[in-house]
């Protein structure tokens, strides 16, 4: 069965300080996706993370791939309130990359 | 652009009544896929869609159908609706793109069945 597992499920933390989400599969994929919700609103993309050894860096966020140990990290570098929201990851498979989700992860950030 | 839209935001329907969630994009986009969300959990996916004319199931296909007649349409429907599907439902639409296939996300439609 196909799995995907982010930990922790819920984060508080303070600004300034930093923190990273783990996200672990069960399964052999080469890509690997990393949105954000905000409650009640949509999915918004992040990052898209399509080989071994994947780096990618927008703002505070930088998000990595190892296909090899079935496990990305999204790490928040000194963290702001703005951040506060629920993240996902999802692993991609097959032909129109399909998607399976984690349970999120849903980020506090307080002042 | 618009992007991707979805048709209703929010509906309330009674048990064994049916209904049609429509999407749209106009991204040109090749795949469409449809998502439920359920409180506290992931999105799981219901049915996709690879071109015009083409659908296939996902993970949690049971009591949906989906049609795709045009290229920027992928359709929801629900024949009998249940308590079980009391749900947030999401659409989104992706291109190959150099393989990323990233998908792009409609508001979403927040369905209520009592």
């Known amino acids: 069965e196909l799995k995907v597992e982010q930990n922790p499920l819920f984060l508080s933390m303070q600004e300034g300080k930093n923190y990273t989400i783990y996200c672990n599969y069960s399964?052999?994929?080469?890509?690997l996706y990393w949105y954000r919700q905000d409650p009640g609103k949509s999915l918004e993309s992040l990052f898209v993370?399509?080989?071994?050894?994947a780096v990618k860096q927008e703002g505070r966020l930088m998000a990595s791939l190892d296909t090899k140990a079935r496990l990305s990290t999204l790490h928040i570098t000194a963290a702001v309130h703005d951040l506060s929201a629920t993240y996902f990851c999802?692993?991609?498979?097959?032909?129109?990359?399909?998607?399976?989700f984690g349970t999120g992860t849903r980020l506090q950030v307080t002042l | 652009n618009a992007g991707v839209t979805q048709t209703p935001k929010f509906r309330v329907l009674k048990t064994g009544q049916s209904m049609t969630l429509l999407c749209a994009q106009d991204?040109?986009?090749?795949?469409m896929y449809w998502y439920r969300q359920d409180p506290g959990m992931g999105l799981r996916l219901i049915h996709y869609?690879?071109?015009?004319?083409?659908?296939a199931k996902g993970e949690v296909p049971d009591g949906y159908n989906v049609s795709r007649l045009k290229k920027q349409n992928f359709l929801l429907g629900l024949e009998s609706a249940a308590p079980s599907q009391t749900s947030v439902y999401f659409c989104?639409?992706?291109?190959?793109?150099?393989?990323?296939?990233?998908?792009?996300f409609g508001p979403g439609t927040r369905l209520t069945v009592t």
């Open positions: 869609s690879v071109g015009e004319g083409t659908t």
């Open positions: 399964t052999t994929s080469d890509r």
């Open positions: 999802a692993r991609g498979s097959g032909t129109a990359s399909k998607l399976t």
């Open positions: 991204m040109n986009h090749e795949y």
């Open positions: 989104a639409s992706s291109r190959t793109s150099g393989g990323s296939y990233e998908q792009y």
């Open positions: 993370l399509l080989s071994n050894g």
